[in-house]
């Protein structure tokens, strides 16, 4: 029979398997990546990108609780520029895609505990539906540009270019991935009024690649995010890698939430492996 000391040593193991809970806090910009919110439907193979409203209410309440300060990207530009103080715990919440449900559901949750947050947009599906994983999930509805201007008027969201079209850009001419990146924020800038400033990779894609990391400098983005999990090195070096984010799943405890954000990541593999083929 086991003692009570090798079962207990046992259930550390295993823990220390699950969770990186024995990872040193780190310093730097945690950036938070969402998805969709809401309850993914049964069938669907990306339950994953699918955080339920309650989940991440309770997130929120919990990044609130740390003291947390959750930043527009102007405003992360104006605090690099010392044009305001940097709070003493930096955040960015961030959305890819644009869909109608971060406007449905997210939102009124980050008007309820007054936080800013961040939505990366598909300019050219703008009402429309997505339909770049149609293969593997049925097209799910984008938001409406006057939804997008609603968001921007309540001084609680700020988008930035998520392309014109989700297209992969390695996959993309250099003259194609250039139009993508400038036809977006042209786009984005003339409908909502507003600079653009910050720019996410489809898929990630790209994000490893110096020719397209410069073709988004040179388009005019400051700011551009991978979905490598991982908090970024506060100063930021740009010319190292793109910004890092934390993927936040539809399968995360509190505790995945909490380790993901003081830790840069809740386990030891990385959850986006799987999803990544399945995407491919």
């Known amino acids: 029979m086991f003692s009570a000391v090798a079962v ?3 259930l550390a193991i295993a823990a220390s398997c699950r969770w990186a809970w024995w990872r040193p806090k780190i310093q730097g910009l945690p950036v938070l990546m969402y998805h969709k919110i809401g309850d993914a439907p049964r069938s669907s193979p990306l339950k994953q990108l699918w955080v339920a409203a309650a989940d991440f209410r309770r997130q929120l309440r919990h990044l609130k609780g740390l003291g947390y ?3 527009s990207f102007s405003e992360l530009r104006d605090a690099e520029l010392g044009k305001i103080p940097m709070p003493q715990k930096p955040v960015l919440i961030t959305f890819d895609d644009g ?6 559901l997210a939102f009124p949750i980050l008007k ?7 939505i990366f947009l598909v300019c050219a599906g703008m009402g429309d539906a997505s339909g770049w994983d149609k293969k593997i999930e049925p097209a799910l509805p984008l938001m409406t540009w ?8 309540s001084g609680l969201i700020e988008f930035g270019s998520h392309t014109l079209s989700h297209r992969r850009l390695s996959a993309l001419s250099l003259e194609d991935a250039r139009g993508e990146l400038m036809e977006s924020k042209k786009r984005l800038e003339q409908t909502l009024g507003r600079e653009i400033i910050a720019f996410a ?7 490893d690649r110096p020719e397209l990391r410069r073709l988004a400098r040179e388009a005019g983005y400051r700011y551009d ?5 991982g908090v970024s090195p506060w100063p930021w070096d740009p010319d190292s890698q793109a910004l890092a984010r934390l993927p936040i799943l539809g399968q995360d405890t509190i505790i995945d939430f909490h380790l993901k954000l003081t830790r840069g990541r809740a386990k030891l593999k990385n959850p986006l492996n799987a999803l990544k083929r399945r995407l491919a």
């Open 99 to 104: 869909y109608a449900n971060n406007h449905e």
């Open 69 to 71: 300060a959750p930043l």
């Open 146 to 153: 006057a939804q997008a201007r609603e968001l921007q008027d």
């Open 225 to 229: 995010f991978s979905i490598e999990p």
């Open 8 to 10: 207990a040593a046992g």
């Open 112 to 118: 309820e505990l007054n936080l800013k947050a961040n």
């Open 201 to 207: 990779y489809p898929y990630g894609d790209g994000a």
